[in-house]
């Protein structure tokens, strides 16, 4: 079972945004979607999260359409950490991190706070949990959005059903410290079955931390397979229009990292 895509096409003012892709998250792996401004990421992400129906193919979670599953079942399956999440009122960091727990409300109020508890230290704002949210800086705002989908994932259900975690941009404005943190926090959740994918820009990141790499283009899916496989440098620097070469890079998946030739 997975979350995929399925020849998935979406289309805004006679173009195709995304043009017959098909791609699919599966469990206890980290998937990096990569390519150039425009090329499609944000809104494969949302046809994935049930956000926006595709205009042809399938969004498929355990290959029953996603906008056939109700609100709270998805909710309970799938988190998003969206790029931007604009909250004007006056909640706390963990009242933000705490609706997260939404969909989760007939477990109970001590399984939900310890849930809450878990993600502010996963993502290391214990120490923020009491301010107002609005007052936070940008790097602060996402590592609340990740505790937030943190509380949401949840621990694994008894039926042993996968889950699954879209990241979209994840690490802007968080600093380097916390970029890994972050991605780290992925690997364990794919550790613990989870499926994850997660939109990234820094190609370094990329493939020091992702299974497995997909490239758009245009709307277009060019390459999708292992991670140190897939990052071919003549192929990735067509796509950015950038010169690239391979260096040895340490991180958890091994393999080299790519850096721009000036």
């Not at 989760?104 to 809450?116: I, T, Y």
């Amino acid at each position: 079972m997975s979350l995929r895509l399925v020849e998935a096409s979406w289309r805004a003012a006679g173009r195709a945004i995304v043009d017959r892709i098909s791609l699919a998250i599966e469990p206890g792996r980290v998937l990096a979607l990569i390519g150039p401004n425009g090329s499609g990421k944000s809104t494969a992400v949302a046809m994935l999260a049930g956000d926006r129906a595709p205009a042809s193919g399938a969004a498929l979670l355990d290959d029953v359409p996603v906008a056939r599953w109700g609100w709270q079942a998805l909710a309970r399956r799938r988190t998003v950490m969206r790029q931007s999440a604009g909250i004007a009122f006056a909640f706390t960091v963990r009242e933000v991190v705490a609706m997260g727990r939404t969909p989760h409300e007939g477990a109970g109020r001590a399984a939900n706070e310890a849930a809450v508890e878990a993600a502010l230290r996963a993502a290391d704002i214990v120490h923020i949990a009491d301010r107002t949210y609005t007052t936070l800086s940008g790097g602060e705002r996402q590592r609340a959005q990740f505790a937030r989908a943190l509380a949401q994932i949840g621990a694994a259900p008894p039926d042993g059903a996968a889950r699954y975690l879209l990241l979209d941009e994840p690490t802007a404005s968080l600093d380097l410290r916390h970029q890994h943190d972050l991605l780290q926090g992925a690997r364990r959740l794919a550790a613990d079955g989870v499926g994850v994918l997660a939109v990234l820009h820094d190609l370094a990141l990329a493939v020091a931390y992702a299974d497995d790499l997909a490239v758009l283009s245009a709307g277009r899916l060019v390459a999708c397979g292992p991670a140190t496989e897939t990052a071919d440098p003549a192929m990735l620097g067509q796509v950015f229009d950038v010169r690239l070469q391979h260096y040895r890079a340490e991180g958890p998946t091994g393999g080299s990292i790519l850096a721009v030739v000036p």
